[in-house]
Each structure stands twice: as structure tokens, then as C-alpha cells.
């Protein structure tokens, strides 16, 4: 958020005045001034009505001569050589008066190219477009932010970062000399810490206090957040420190520290081989894999470890990590259930998958818990989170014990464990692992089977079933080199169906943190990222998650930003739908829906948001609403042909529920 | 007695209550009634679908085709599931008639294999 009005009391004719108590105290000062305590500009009394002096006239008129009044080069120019010399080419920001120095230099000193400025219209879009931005292009996006109340906007997208393994370098601007601020609202902005907000879920933070220091901790900043686990960093940009011209002590001893990216860590060698071991002789085993490919790379190892052993592979989808369309890409309880080997791989939550939970009244309505793991199943897991953990909030979920736990990134761990999986492989095994892939391939093929009929249900419904909507958005754009940046709101698990997934960024994983607000702008971050890639960007977008923060519509327009939103308009919070209903029928009440369709407080009805109309607003081309399914694709078809042309779009489907 | 014991009991006159109301609902049940009250009052629909298609995520497949009364309304009764037992107090007799005259009034499904997109692969 802005500082709306950095002098709120100051208007221009006292403005002039207070020139001229300035203008004056220079040229009588005097030790004793210079000394007294009073500041002299609350100690003079000068009538408000003098007529302006020659000397106020042109500083009202003339360009002066120095832009700096000190003298020297802004230490906020400095600044944007330190930021542009690790690469970063983007900055995600709302205006805010407290980093105006940066902000300055960005735009004239910096030429406003690498880094660019892409004005957003909330802190908590820019740190999503930042977090989406990442994840589409592997590279690290800069934020800037008004340091309290842009920070405090901004806070819950940090924690979606932070739980999704995201870096997102945030710059939050301060004045720390409370003896030189502006009062009022500046003051009110200002905090003696504002890094405290986010500590509990950013890597590590800190204020500099000098240039030099900022150009040590922005390096190290971006280390530790390129650095698996992948997690947000914050900083403080204190007010003097940008907007000081360089000191003369600094000029020839300041200089920007090389930056060299950290190689990730790698698990433990004996470990891996334990783990190879156990896969090898194992008869069921499987690998559950969540956070593990961010390259091709990563996907084509799991391709390759997976085919050794003829092994399954259970993708939870927080990133796309293994190719649907590959025969050991499986999914079902029953390979949990007979499985002797369960390997977990960057995950978020191993107790939910090797444990059931059912939230019913049963044990004093704690709900039902139960294993769902055979007696004497070994669980190994692989994991750089471990390396990063906080206690305060509890992204880390419940604790699993383990037969084999490994510290390390896991993608770049692969490469060890498939030579150990190749070592530890004798001969014999050969027949049985084939005799298992073709299990998993008469497998892949009735669960696709059962996968299109299921979706053919409903197939002509209005509102438009979520099958309906995947595949007619599938048949959009499947000829496209074509990226699903989000999916919110909840499609019951189509895409993963409907789509054929075989790039790392074809589907680029969930907010982490489950917030509401994530889905829009982190689609616009991923699609700019995809734009310079020559990649199409299309979003299945919850009407909830849209209404957020809807002006990132404007962000996508105003910066050409091509993206097909769709929406998965179920005119509701569904999520919330059953807590409600649960907790009435637990008390044998029936739900009060008032006027709506759903508990009262969970729809988003009486009136109907018109979405096309929404985004017509802020220069982005819409269509819809759409409530007969055989007007979505042709409705499809010339939003692809828009998005082609370089322009963001928005289709209004209303959808099911689920 | 035990709350599982508690559960059985209740499931079985749940079962036997519905059998009776199996065999007179042909006479009285009212199909368009019924989506009143499954898309309307009861939010059947949020979970299972305005047609009762179901989703991975929420809740199973309803119709077409739904599974006998009896044991649909035993389950509704009874559930121990994710989804809340629904009770006579909360859900009547006669509502859910409706709801399951409903159900059973959804015409079959198109084969998948006649929909070009779910066939052109």
C-alpha cells in the first residue's frame, strides 16, 4: 500500500514558509543554533502570508542544477547495480513512499530494464506473481513492498512461498531514524523491525544499515534462497540508506560480491545405498513423490529410476514430477496398502499418506485415525525441508516415524541413487520387475478407461461439470506448448485425468499454504515468466481465490500478459460447505441457507459476480458468463487465438461445485 | 452397549425402515421435488453433483443408476465416512424418497467413446 499522503498538513503556502524558516536559519546559523535542542523549524514564527523571495520562486520553478542536494551519485542506484548483478529481471511491487528512493533509480538510473518494474495493485499479488514467477522459469523474482502495512498485506502470500519451497526475495522499505522521519502516516508506517512479521516463514532476513552491507546481504539473500529448500528471504531498505547520496568514505571502497550459486545438497552416499537396497528387494514397493522435479531433469530421473525397477510412482502432484501418461504412474490405496517398501520423496505430509484420517464424531469427534500400512512396511523418506525447519507454525505436519530418513534435495540426489539402484540390481530380478511393469500397464490402462467413462457423466450438465470444463480446456489447448500455471477452487482432480503431462512445467504445483488469493496472481507471475519461453499460460480459476485480489487483472493488461484464466465459477466457498453441514448434522440441525444454495456465509451469490464484465474493467478481454457446456469450447477456441496474440483473457464457465 | 454396537443397531433399523419405505415410495416419491430438496435444502449437490455425477475429491457417483434405496438410505443414516450422517431429524423419510426418485430419474450416460474429446487421444 501507498503512502497516500506523505505531508498530509503540509499545503503549498505553508510549504513556502517553511522554506523560508530554512532558508533563513542557513544563513544565520550559528553554534548555539546548530546546538539548540528545539528544532528551529518549530521555534520560528513567521507570518504565513509573506510574498515568496526570488531564491523560493525558482526552487518552485527552476530544474535544478543538482538532483542530489548533497551531492554524488543516490545509494539507491548502487542498490540496483547489486540487485542486476544476480540476474534478477523482475520487480513485483506497489508504489509505496518508503522505498521511493529505489524506486527512483529502478525506473531512471536502471532504465526500468533487468530489473523491470511490473506494477502490481496489492503486496500480496506481488509476492504470488513473484512465487508463480519462480516456478515457471526456475529463476528468482524480486518484491518490493511498503515495509508495515505492504509487509502486512503481503504476509500470507510469504507463507504460501514459504510452505510451497519458493524463493521470493522481499524488499520492504522503512524509516528507521525515528529522529528524521516525516511525522504522521510515515512515522505510523514505520517500525523499529518489520522482518519480524515474516521471520517465523522466510529463511533468514535482515536490515542493512549501510550500502555495502546491502550489497553483502542482497547476494546472500538470494543464496540462501536459491539454495534448497527453496524458501522466501526478506530485507529492510531503510529510508536513508537509499535515499543518501553514496558517502565519500563509500565511493572507492564500496563493491558488489560475486554471486555464485550454491550447489544443492546431495543425501548422504551409504544412505542412498540403503535405500537402493531396499527398493531392489523389495516385492511392492513404491514412491510417493510430491515437491521432487523442478527441471527436465528431475523428471526424466524419475523416469528412468522408476523403469530400473518397475516401480510405481504415486505423484501428489505438488509439482509435475512424472509423466501421466507413463505406464508406472499410479494412483490408489491399494499400493499404499500392499506395499512392502513405501519411499516418500520431498513431501509434505508422509503421516496422511501412510495413515487415514477421517474427520467424523467418532472419539469424541477427534475423528477416525488408522494405519494404512501393513505390519513390517518400511518407510524411507528423502527431504531438503529438514534442513530448514521453524517450530511456530505447523506447515511440517505430523511426524511419521521412518525406517530411513535422508537429508538432502532430492532431485539432485537422484542421479547417486539410481547408481546404486544399477549396483545393487542382480540379474535375477529382471523377470519379476517385468512381470510387475506389465501388472502396471494393464493397470494405466483400465484406470484411463475408468477415468474417461467417469468423466462422461454429467457431460452435458449446466452448470457445466468440472470433468466437462478439463477436458474442453484440454482440447483448447493440448496443441499448444502449453503450461497449467494453478488450478484453485478445486476440479476434482481432472487435469491430472484429462491432460497428458510430460514437461516439469506443465503443472506447477498449488499455493502450499492453502490461502485463498494465490491462484490469480500467481498465474500472471508464471505466465510472464512463460512469455519470454514461448510457452502458453492457462489457469483454472476459482471464483473465490479471484475475488481476492482481483486487480491483477489490470497487472496482466497493463503489462500484455498473456494468460487464459478460466473460471471454475461455483459461485461458492465449497471448501467450506461441508465444515458447515458437518458440524449441523453432528448436531441434528439442518444447514440455514438463507437465500442461497449452501450454508449461509459459503456462497458467492444474490447477486452473481459477472467475471467477463470484471475483467472488461481493467482492459482484459472477457467472455461469458458460460452455462451451456457446448458453448465452451468455441468460447475456448477464440480465447487461445487471443492469448496467441500476446493478451490476457478471461472466460467465465459456471461449473459445478466439484 | 458400545458405540460401534450403537452404529450396527442403528444401521439395521435404518435398513429395515427402508425396505418398508422401498416398497411404498413407488406410489408417492416425486422426482422434481426431489432436486428441490437435493440441490436446494440439503446440499446433496455440493459434494455429489447437480446430477449426482460425483467426485474423486468429495463425495461417489449417485446416478445414473444409484444404488438400491435400502442401502443408500442405510448409509445416509449411519455414516461414519467423511460425509455426515444425514438422521431422520435432519433428513425425513419422505424427503429422501424424493431425493432418491430424483436420482433415479437421471438419464443413463453418453458412452465415452462417442465424445470426441474423451476418445481422441
Redesign the interface.
Known amino acids: 500500500m501507498a503512502r497516500k499522503n506523505a505531508h498530509p498538513e503540509v499545503n503549498r503556502r505553508k510549504f513556502l514558509a517553511g522554506v523560508a524558516v530554512a532558508g533563513a536559519a542557513t544563513t544565520v546559523t550559528s553554534p548555539d543554533v546548530v546546538n539548540a535542542a528545539t528544532p528551529p523549524v518549530a521555534a520560528a514564527k513567521i507570518p504565513s502570508a509573506l510574498r515568496p523571495t526570488a531564491q523560493q520562486i525558482a526552487v518552485e520553478t527552476e530544474i535544478p542544477k543538482d538532483a542530489s542536494p548533497l551531492g554524488g551519485r543516490a545509494g539507491s542506484d548502487f542498490m540496483v547495480d547489486v540487485i542486476r548483478s544476480t540476474g534478477i529481471e523482475y520487480v513485483f511491487a506497489n508504489p509505496a513512499s518508503s522505498f521511493r528512493g529505489i524506486h527512483e533509480s529502478l525506473i531512471n538510473y536502471g532504465g526500468n530494464t533487468k530489473p523491470e518494474f511490473i506494477e502490481c495493485m496489492h503486496e500480496e499479488s506481488s509476492i504470488a506473481m513473484a512465487h508463480g514467477y519462480f516456478k515457471a522459469t526456475g529463476k528468482l523474482g524480486a518484491v518490493l513492498v511498503h515495509g508495515t502495512v505492504g509487509l502486512m498485506h503481503g504476509t500470507m502470500a510469504v507463507y504460501n512461498a514459504w510452505c510451497d519451497r519458493a524463493p521470493v526475495i522481499v524488499m520492504g522499505g522503512n524509516d528507521l531514524d525515528a529522529s528524521r522521519r516525516p511525522p504522521g502516516v510515515p512515522t505510523t508506517h514505520s517500525a523499529q523491525d518489520i522482518n519480524a512479521i515474516v521471520r517465523d516463514f522466510t529463511k533468514w532476513d535482515d536490515t542493512p544499515v549501510s550500502l555495502q552491507h546491502f550489497a553483502q546481504s542482497f547476494v546472500r539473500a538470494t543464496k540462501f534462497a536459491m539454495t534448497p529448500p527453496h524458501e522466501p528471504v526478506m530485507l529492510t531498505l531503510d529510508a536513508e540508506v537509499q535515499e543518501s547520496p553514496i558517502k565519500e568514505h563509500e565511493r572507492n571502497t564500496l563493491y558488489i560480491p560475486k554471486y555464485s550459486p550454491a550447489a544443492p545438497p546431495q543425501a548422504e552416499v551409504a544412505a542412498l545405498r540403503e535405500a537402493a537396497k531396499l527398493l531392489v528387494n523389495a516385492q511392492s514397493p513404491v514412491i510417493v513423490v510430491d515437491r521432487v522435479a523442478r527441471t527436465p531433469d528431475g523428471v526424466k530421473y524419475l523416469i528412468e529410476l522408476a523403469e530400473l525397477l518397475q516401480v510405481p510412482i504415486m505423484d501428489m502432484n505438488g509439482r509435475m514430477n512424472f509423466p501421466n501418461t507413463h505406464y508406472l504412474h499410479q494412483a490408489g490405496p491399494q499400493l499404499i496398502s500392499q506395499a512392502d517398501v513405501i519411499f516418500g520423496m520431498e513431501m509434505t505430509d508422509f503421516w496422511n499418506t501412510v495413515n487415514g484420517f ?5 472419539n469424541d469427534g477427534l475423528g ?1 485415525q488408522s494405519s494404512k500400512i501393513k505390519p513390517g512396511t518400511k518407510l524411507v523418506t528423502i527431504s531438503s525441508v529438514e534442513l530448514n525447519e521453524k517450530s511456530n507454525y505447523q506447515d511440517f505436519q505430523r511426524f511419521q516415524a521412518v525406517d530411513l530418513a535422508m537429508v538432502g534435495d532430492a532431485e539432485a540426489s537422484l542421479p547417486s541413487l539410481i547408481e546404486a539402484v544399477k549396483m545393487a540390481i542382480s540379474n535375477d530380478k529382471k523377470a519379476a520387475y517385468d512381470k510387475r511393469g506389465e501388472g502396471f500397464r494393464k493397470a494405466h490402462a483400465a484406470a484411463h478407461e475408468r477415468a ?10 449446466s ?1 457445466i ?3 466437462r470444463l478439463t ?2 480446456i ?2 483448447a489447448v493440448r496443441d499448444q506448448d502449453w503450461s497449467l500455471v494453478a488450478s484453485t477452487g ?1 476440479v ?2 481432472w487435469p491430472s485425468r ?1 491432460f ?1 503431462f510430460d514437461k516439469h512445467y506443465q503443472w506447477l504445483g498449488s499455493s502450499g499454504g492453502s490461502g485463498l488469493g494465490y491462484g490469480a496472481p500467481a498465474s500472471a507471475g508464471a505466465a510472464h515468466g512463460n512469455k519470454s519461453l514461448g510457452r502458453f499460460s492457462v489457469s483454472i480459476q476459482g471464483d473465490g481465490d479471484m475475488m481476492y485480489a482481483p486487480g491483477v487483472l489490470w497487472t496482466c493488461a497493463h503489462h500484455s500478459i498473456p494468460l487464459m484464466y478460466v473460471m471454475h465459477n461455483n459461485r ?1 466457498y ?1 471448501q467450506e ?2 465444515h458447515v ?2 458440524m ?3 448436531r ?4 440455514n ?1 438463507g437465500k442461497d ?3 449461509i456465509g459459503t456462497k458467492i451469490q444474490n447477486p452473481d459476480i459477472d467475471f467477463a464484465t470484471l475483467a472488461k474493467s481493467m482492459g482484459v478481454q472477457g467472455i461469458g458468463p458460460i452455462n451451456d457446456p457446448n458453448e465452451l ?1 468455441p468460447a475456448l477456441k477464440r480465447a487461445v487465438q487471443i492469448v496467441k496474440a500476446g493478451e490476457p483473457v478471461v472466460v467465465d464457465s459456471v461449473t ?3 | 452397549m458400545s ?1 460401534s454396537g450403537l452404529r450396527v443397531t442403528a444401521g439395521l433399523a435404518a435398513l429395515a425402515a427402508g425396505l418398508v419405505i422401498g416398497q411404498s415410495m413407488a406410489f408417492a416419491a416425486d422426482a422434481a421435488r426431489g432436486k428441490i430438496l437435493f ?5 446433496c ?3 455429489h ?11 461417489p ?1 449417485l446416478a ?1 443408476d444409484p444404488i438400491p434405496y435400502e442401502a443408500l438410505s442405510s448409509f445416509i443414516r449411519t ?4 460425509m ?4 431422520e ?3 425425513p423419510n419422505a424427503d429422501l424418497e424424493d431425493i432418491y426418485a430424483y436420482l433415479k430419474s437421471i438419464p443413463p ?5 462417442t ?1 470426441p ?3 481422441n ?1
Request: contains cysteine; positive net charge; hydrophobic residues 35%.
Open positions: 477421517v474427520d467424523n464424531a467418532d477416525t474417461m467413462a467417469a468423466a462422461a457423466v454429467a457431460w452435458d450438465a452448470p461439470s468440472t470433468a477436458a474442453e484440454w482440447g478445486n476434482s482432480g484429462l497428458k461458492g465449497h460447505v461441508m453441514q458437518r449441523a448434522n453432528r441434528n440441525r439442518v444447514a441457507n444454495f449452501g450454508p469450447g459445478q461445485p466439484r | 458405540m440441490t436446494q435444502k440439503y446440499g449437490y455440493q459434494c453433483g447437480t446430477e449426482g455425477q460425483g467426485s474423486a475429491i468429495t463425495g457417483k445414473p455414516s461414519s465416512r467423511n455426515p450422517p444425514f438422521r431429524q435432519i433428513l450416460t453418453k458412452d465415452w467413446k465424445i474429446l474423451l476418445s487421444d
